[in-house]
């Protein structure tokens, strides 16, 4: 499963990691989100000690939501050193991720 971020633990897990970091924002009621959840879950494991992957649910953590202007859902930012690297916007396919998420490796 992957890692759930949340308001207080994404400092921790995201911005000191010293891995890449794949955070997918999203929301129980987004179709979208739901589309891409098993890709995220897939490469969490395919991932598993070169990266770091997981998901925060933008309803339960409105503080990193905000602070990072979230505002279309599903938006998957990629971090290295604790910076913005990359993002996409929307559902996408696998291929689309791991090639961003390969980029940064």
Do not use: Q
Not at 10 to 28: G, H, I
Not at 69 to 78: K, V, W
């Amino acid at each position: 499963m992957a890692i759930e971020f949340t308001d207080d633990n994404f400092k921790t897990l995201v911005l000191e990691s010293n891995k890449p970091v794949l955070v997918d924002f999203w929301a129980e009621w987004c179709g979208p989100c739901r589309m891409i959840t098993p890709i995220v879950e897939e490469m969490n494991k395919e991932y598993d000690g070169k990266a770091v992957i997981g998901k925060l649910n933008v309803d339960e953590n409105p503080d990193v939501s905000m602070n990072y202007a979230i505002r279309s859902i599903p938006t998957i930012l990629f971090f290295k050193n604790g910076e913005i690297v990359d993002k996409h916007i929307g559902a996408a396919p696998k291929s689309v991720l791991v090639s961003k998420l390969e980029a940064l490796l």
